[in-house]
């Protein structure tokens, strides 16, 4: 068989393909009668209610010099570590508001970071494309310059996010401009799998975020400027296990809520929406309500019971709470006292769902702990 008889099979089969995807599509849509807000509203179910002390802001965590671009908890809640413009890791007592580690970065441009399972380091990435490792237990020397302990090196764009697989200290995944995920090996510092690049199931332009399932640490989930949504297995990274669509801009952050059955997503086409990895489905569009253009969601992050959704927005200091089940906007951080001046740019609640931290382009990180009758939501 020659080159041009394969190329032309090669063309059928892919019309082929594209067609049933779209009689698929259209087949789901035909499925999808409802959404979570309509079925929850028939089901008589009501809004979560804010009281003025149900959510405060407890603590301001002063120290950056820069825009806050990254932060991210210890399991144990008590620890944050933040990245900022200013070229610099912090890592702080959330008790108290010290900071313990101020760490001075090779490259000041940096665009994520992520503390270990067991706390004893961090891991940040950026336009440098190469995740590097701090031990915390290392000693600085009088600039606050700590070495780098390992340097996860094979990204050929900028590493947007990364994030350890939970309570494995040795693994770690990063996302990249170069349109592609990768697996480490933080031990060794070797690439252990990469996700897309030369595999059609990958993303086809860079991947800003990604997220592993708490529930199956084998699974994790990655948003791209490609405008879709990739749930991949990372005991096979040939192809995607399944893709999202639904969004008409970047994807600029993921989260999966914290049942490991669904996931949320922040667009810059405005909105945040939550899909069912089982059945492909979404769920539920979350858009405010307006006659502007639609802003951005820069970060999100779920309460402990995914009843609410935290969403960072790219105007002044709009952070919505949205009420999940019923699609309502139910309170806003950025009118609350005591909130930021400028822009949210990260999101992170605590591991026990008691506290949600927000990051600035003011410089500063806020936390906003649950107060009066309701302690966890």
């Not at 890592?91 to 970071?113: D, E, F, G, R």
């Not at 310059?145 to 040795?170: F, I, K």
Request: hydrophobic share 35%; charged share 20%; net charge neutral.
């Amino acid at each position: 068989m020659s080159v041009s008889e394969l190329k032309e099979r090669h063309a059928v089969a892919t019309e082929t393909v594209n067609n049933l995807r779209d009689r698929l599509q259209q087949r789901r849509l035909q499925l999808l009668d409802t959404d979570v807000a309509k079925y929850s509203a028939a089901q008589g179910r009501s809004p979560v209610k804010f009281g003025a002390t149900d959510l405060v802001c407890c603590r301001t965590l002063q120290g950056h010099t820069g825009k806050v671009y990254s932060l991210d908890w210890t399991p144990e809640r008590n620890r944050i570590v933040s990245a900022s413009q200013d070229g610099r890791l912090i890592v702080w007592n959330a008790l108290t508001s010290q900071k313990t580690h101020a760490i001075k970065l090779p490259c000041a441009w940096v665009m994520t970071c992520a503390f270990s399972p067991n706390g004893q380091t961090v891991a940040c990435g950026g336009l440098d494309s190469v995740c590097s490792i701090f031990s915390l237990s290392s000693t600085a020397d009088k600039d606050g310059t700590v070495p780098v302990s390992r340097m996860l090196s094979g990204h050929r764009g900028y590493v947007s996010c990364c994030q350890y697989v939970p309570n494995e200290d040795a693994r770690l995944i990063t996302s990249s401009g170069d349109q592609t995920c990768v697996l480490w090996d933080v031990t060794t510092g070797l690439k252990t799998s990469v996700f897309g690049g030369e595999f059609q199931s990958g993303h086809t332009a860079d991947v800003i975020s990604v997220s592993i399932s708490g529930s199956n640490p084998n699974w994790f989930i990655s948003g791209s400027c490609d405008t879709t949504t990739r749930l991949w297995d990372t005991r096979a990274a040939s192809r995607a296990v399944r893709t999202f669509h639904g969004h008409e801009g970047d994807v600029n952050t993921v989260k999966f809520f914290p049942d490991g059955n669904r996931f949320g997503t922040g667009s810059d086409d405005g909105t945040c929406r939550l899909y069912d990895i089982r059945t492909g489905h979404q769920l539920q569009v979350y858009q405010p309500h307006g006659d502007g253009e639609n802003v951005p969601v820069t970060s999100i992050a779920f309460s402990a019971s995914g009843r609410l959704l935290f969403a960072g927005y790219a105007n002044n200091n709009a952070c919505y709470v949205w009420d999940t089940l019923l699609g309502e906007i139910v309170l806003d951080l950025g009118e609350l006292q005591d909130s930021h001046k400028n822009r949210i740019s990260c999101l992170g609640m605590s591991a026990d769902g008691s506290a949600l931290c927000t990051g600035s382009w003011d410089s500063n990180l806020k936390i906003w702990a649950f107060g009066g009758h309701r302690r966890v939501i």
